[in-house]
T-cell receptor, first 116, second 113 residues
Framework: DAGVIQSPRHEVTEMGQEVTLRCKPI?????LFWYRQTMMRGLELLIY????????DSGMPEDRFSAKMPNASFSTLKIQPSEPRDSAVYFC??????????????FGPGTRLTVL | AQSVSQHNHHVILSEAASLELGCNYS??????LFWYVQYPGQHLQLLLK??????LVKGIKGFEAEFIKSKFSFNLRKPSVQWSDTAEYFC???????????FGRGTQLTVWP
């Protein structure tokens, strides 16, 4: 299994530009999570999906952030417009939820975003 | 909301020293507990997990953790650390019915050869 795949691995952009981060979960997993990691705030959950439906987006910092999961094998996190304070490592994780209980999460390699 | 506390921000040890990293959480109900490790420049990898049963959990690379329900703790231990254990260690708590994984702030472990 290839694990969780994220692209790009590194992104450098200028303030005001639109940024799109991509994630392919592990095949068969039905829950997907987006996290942000910074020195100041540690690991924060931004949003998560179950069976392609957003369950909790309370961690999304502002309306500039949006996430979609059009199908079971693909999700995007978009920042428009981007700001320097959005610079962070963004992780995607997936898990298999066979019942009403959630399970362990498997993390992707992350996208290191730098907004100048 | 759930909170997860890791007591040490940075731990520095010499090789062969014993390690114990503290982790406490606040939720009083059923939880699943995890320790993840993040080696420099890499993504988070699962070190060990506790779902139920024996509260002493053994993970990869000689790590173990003990779940003490009465203390809301899940401390990570290793009897003899190696230079290659240099990494950041995250404790995480999952409320199984909610799906949210709550992370501690992490402990940076530096092991000197």
């Amino acid at each position: 299994d290839a694990g969780v795949i994220q692209s790009p691995r590194h992104e450098v952009t200028e303030m005001g530009q639109e940024v799109t981060l991509r994630c392919k979960p592990i095949s068969g997993h039905n829950s997907l999570f987006w996290y942000r990691q910074t020195m100041m705030r540690g690991l924060e959950l931004l949003i998560y999906f179950n069976n392609n439906v957003p369950i909790d987006d309370s961690g999304m910092p502002e309306d500039r952030f949006s996430a979609k999961m059009p199908n079971a094998s693909f999700s995007t996190l978009k920042i428009q417009p981007s700001e320097p304070r959005d610079s962070a490592v963004y992780f995607c994780a997936s898990s298999f939820r066979p019942s009403e209980l959630y399970n362990e999460q498997f993390f992707g390699p992350g996208t290191r975003l730098t907004v100048l | 909301a759930q909170s997860v506390s890791q007591h040490n921000h940075h731990v520095i040890l010499s090789e062969a020293a014993s390690l114990e990293l503290g982790c406490n959480y606040s939720y009083g109900g059923t939880v699943n507990l995890f320790w993840y490790v993040q080696y420099p420049g890499q993504h988070l990898q699962l070190l060990l997990k506790y779902f139920s049963g024996d509260p002493l959990v053994k993970g990869i690379k000689g790590f173990e953790a003990e779940f003490i329900k009465s203390k809301f703790s899940f401390n990570l231990r290793k009897p003899s650390v190696q230079w290659s254990d240099t990494a950041e260690y995250f404790c995480a708590v999952l409320q199984p019915t909610l799906g949210r994984l709550y992370f501690g702030r992490g402990t940076q472990l530096t092991v000197w050869p």
